[in-house]
């Protein structure tokens, strides 16, 4: 794999997010329901968690449902729940065997009973690995996320745990569901639609946003290397000149 030689060990994001959209167009297009999209999807999840491993990415984390996406038809909404604790029960093998945290964000008490155990024993279980963590963002909303935080925050004040005039970025970093992992590096968006969609919108403040055609069910190996690539072209100024950063 020839692009795979192209990547900079030294110049390695921390933190790649990815919007995994376009499941139901891809099924569209080949003529069959949308939730066959969302089958076929798994295998570039299981492709995009090998490579990053392999090549020493930190911290990945997949958008895979989102608190908006409960809005979708019961059907679509119940198959969704349905593969994530079939896929969880496939993967867990190889999590321990690659080292894999799994992790989660989002609202996990709207889960379904099934899923959310599931998905808390495998946590669990994986919670001593150490080389890479895949987060998996589920009924996740970056705002309802931010609100969750503020009200944290509001309770200690109140308590007096904390002084308000001592509130600082880090305290709201303190207070997301990412507080464990670094702010976002590279965030990548596939099928074509230029949107964030309510995703990480704190953490992604400098990150460097890639956007590409290839539908989710369609994205391989190789568009995740070059999307690295391409993050690794690119100069980050955050605010200062281009002389000062060389
Ligand atoms: C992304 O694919 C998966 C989820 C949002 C769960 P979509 O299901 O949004 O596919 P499109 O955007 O309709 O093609
Ligand atoms: C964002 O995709 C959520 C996930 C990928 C899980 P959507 O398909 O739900 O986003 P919109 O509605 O097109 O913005
Ligand atoms: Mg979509």
């Given at each position: 794999?020839?692009?795979?030689?192209?990547?900079?060990?030294?110049?390695l994001p921390q933190h790649i997010?990815?919007?995994?959209?376009?499941?139901?167009?891809?099924?569209?297009?080949?003529?069959?329901?949308?939730?066959?999209?969302?089958?076929?999807?798994?295998?570039?999840?299981?492709?995009?968690?090998?490579?990053?491993?392999?090549?020493g990415i930190k911290n990945?984390?997949?958008?895979?449902?989102?608190?908006?996406?409960?809005?979708?038809?019961?059907?679509?909404?119940?198959?969704?729940?349905?593969?994530?604790?079939?896929?969880?029960?496939?993967?867990?093998?190889?999590?321990?065997?690659?080292?894999?945290?799994?992790?989660?964000?989002?609202?996990?008490?709207?889960?379904?009973?099934?899923?959310?155990?599931?998905?808390?024993?495998?946590?669990?279980?994986?919670?001593?690995?150490?080389?890479?963590?895949?987060?998996?963002?589920?009924?996740?909303?970056?705002?309802?996320?931010?609100?969750?935080?503020?009200?944290?925050?509001?309770?200690?004040?109140?308590?007096?745990?904390?002084?308000?005039?001592?509130?600082?970025?880090?305290?709201?970093?303190?207070?997301?569901?990412?507080?464990?992992i670094p702010d976002v590096d590279l965030?990548?968006?596939?099928?074509?639609?230029?949107?964030?969609?309510?995703?990480?919108?704190?953490?992604?403040?400098?990150?460097?946003?890639?956007?590409?055609?290839?539908?989710?069910?369609?994205?391989?190996?190789?568009?995740?290397?070059?999307?690295?690539?391409?993050?690794?072209?690119?100069?980050?100024?955050?605010?200062?000149?281009?002389?000062?950063?060389?």
């Amino acid at each position: 794999m020839d692009l795979k030689n192209q990547i900079n060990k030294d110049k390695l994001p921390q933190h790649i997010a990815i919007i995994m959209d376009g499941n139901g167009r891809w099924a569209k297009k080949q003529g069959l329901i949308r939730t066959k999209g969302h089958e076929q999807g798994e295998n570039s999840v299981r492709e995009t968690v090998e490579i990053c491993r392999e090549i020493g990415i930190k911290n990945l984390t997949l958008f895979a449902f989102s608190t908006e996406n409960w809005n979708r038809p019961k059907y679509e909404v119940n198959t969704l729940m349905r593969l994530l604790v079939k896929s969880l029960k496939k993967e867990i093998e190889s999590f321990q065997k690659n080292d894999i945290r799994l992790n989660a964000i989002g609202n996990l008490d709207l889960l379904p009973e099934k899923p959310k155990k599931e998905l808390l024993e495998a946590i669990k279980d994986t919670k001593d690995n150490k080389h890479m963590t895949l987060t998996v963002a589920l009924s996740y909303g970056s705002r309802e996320e931010i609100v969750s935080a503020v009200r944290k925050i509001v309770e200690k004040t109140t308590s007096g745990e904390l002084n308000g005039s001592k509130i600082t970025e880090q305290t709201i970093d303190e207070h997301l569901y990412t507080s464990d992992i670094p702010d976002v590096d590279l965030l990548i968006r596939t099928s074509g639609e230029e949107r964030i969609s309510n995703f990480l919108l704190w953490q992604i403040a400098y990150a460097e946003l890639y956007f590409t055609e290839v539908l989710w069910p369609d994205f391989t190996k190789e568009d995740l290397l070059k999307a690295v690539i391409n993050y690794q072209n690119r100069e980050r100024r955050f605010g200062k000149t281009s002389e000062q950063i060389n």
